[in-house]
T-cell receptor, first 111, second 114 residues
């Protein structure tokens, strides 16, 4: 059974700081997705990582994928309050192309 | 195209009643997915269509749940004899048949069973 684990599940940090969210998964996959969810809202696609060593950046967020280690990271640089949200990683499998999601990382960025 | 749409956005029903939700995917997307999300958890995969064919069903999809996509466009998810444990956000997503298979999510239907 495919398992996706995120760490930490909850993170409170100050504006201007850097931090990394980790996503580990249990079976081989060549694709990994990062989504953002604001309270009461649906999921917004942030990054699609398609190969080993893939790195993508958008603003203050950077995601990377190591398929050999079955690990993806989401790095936040100089955090700002607007990045407060829940971040999910997801991997295909456990249901064809249906995605298996981690539990999410609830991120609070305080001024 | 404004994205994936879902109706209704909210549904309150009494235990034992049947409910049906609709999802309209992005028009050129031939893949459609249903997920369920409960408070504080990540979405859980329920089922997946490629065009009109239902290709995969999760073990979470009990026999009270049925999904259809009759013409390969919109999809419906029906829950019969609802239970309080069915209370959740039901999310629909769609994607194209391309390398990334990036899934775009709709706003969801929040179901409350009283």
């Amino acid at each position: 059974e495919l398992k996706v684990e995120q760490n930490p599940l909850f993170l409170s940090m100050q504006e201007g700081k850097n931090y990394t969210i980790y996503c580990n998964y249990s079976t081989t996959s060549d694709r990994l997705y990062w989504y953002r969810q604001d309270p009461g809202k649906s999921l917004e696609s942030l990054f699609v990582l398609l190969s080993n060593g893939a790195v993508k950046q958008e603003g203050r967020l950077m995601a990377s994928l190591d398929t050999k280690a079955r690990l993806s990271t989401l790095h936040i640089t100089a955090a700002v309050h607007d990045l407060s949200a829940t971040y999910f990683c997801a991997v295909p499998g456990g249901g064809a192309d249906g995605l298996t999601f981690g539990k999410g990382t609830h991120l609070i960025i305080q001024p | 195209d404004t994205g994936v749409s879902q109706n209704p956005r909210h549904k309150i029903t009494k235990r034992g009643q049947n409910v049906t939700f609709r999802c309209d995917p992005i028009s050129e997307h031939n893949r459609l997915y249903w997920y369920r999300q409960t408070l504080g958890q990540g979405p859980e995969f329920l089922t997946y269509f490629q065009n009109e064919a239902q290709l995969e069903k999760s073990r979470l999809l009990s026999d009270r749940f049925s999904a259809e996509r009759p013409k390969g466009s919109f999809s419906t998810l029906e829950i019969q004899r609802t239970e309080q444990g069915d209370s959740a956000m039901y999310l629909c997503a769609s994607s194209q048949d391309r390398e990334a298979y990036e899934q775009y999510f709709g706003p969801g239907t929040r179901l409350t069973v009283t």
